[in-house]
């Protein structure tokens, strides 16, 4: 899929800036991204980074998914419901690092429409997370359902108690118990 003509300029430059992105004070940080996008809108940031989404989505590259989740927090975006098809649809996908970062995203929506994705979140299993007996990411997630509070999202927490990880089910319990 070739870039569109319209934002090529702006995606390359987003990408090559986001690379540059470093840590203060245990901060992200990337004053150069924000400073070189300062004139363009937030419609016009939000239509640049679905793009690459898009783009990234088909070409599987986890480290352009990373880069425009990045530019996302770094322009202030995350709580864009302009993106909550995205991350939806990324939320599924198991080939980039963000499954965490989209959890976090769904947690300051608090929103109904979300719970499934959620769930099907918390249990996919994806290899990349084996490895992971806090399951940090299914915790996000436990999170996350509390935080909706709704009868679907408690019935979401009550189906993880039903796992055989115990880590998983006390994620579930403690976020049950805060309901």
Excluded at 101 to 120: G, K, N, V
Excluded at 161 to 170: A, G, N, P, V
Aim: aromatic content about 12%; glycine content about 2%; hydrophobic content about 35%.
């Amino acid at each position: 899929m070739k870039i569109s003509s319209k934002y090529e300029k702006e995606l390359r430059k987003l990408f090559e800036l986001s690379k540059k992105t470093y840590i203060v004070n245990f901060q992200l940080r990337n004053e150069e991204l924000i400073s070189n996008f300062s004139n363009i809108s937030d419609e016009e940031k939000i239509n640049i980074i679905k793009e690459g989404i898009k783009i990234a989505c088909q070409r599987k590259n986890s480290s352009e998914i990373e880069n425009l989740m990045l530019s996302i927090s770094f322009f202030g975006l995350c709580d864009r419901f302009e993106f909550i098809e995205d991350y939806i649809k990324l939320a599924k996908e198991e080939f980039h690092e963000e499954h965490e970062t989209i959890a976090s995203y769904f947690q300051s929506f608090h929103l109904p429409q979300t719970i499934d994705c959620i769930y099907e979140l918390a249990i996919s299993n994806f290899e990349k997370y084996r490895w992971d007996d806090n399951f940090a990411l299914v915790r996000k997630c436990c999170f996350t359902l509390g935080d909706i509070n709704t009868p679907k999202a408690k019935e979401k927490l009550e189906l993880l108690l039903q796992s055989d990880e115990e880590m998983i089910r006390e994620h579930a319990m403690e976020q049950l118990e805060e309901m």
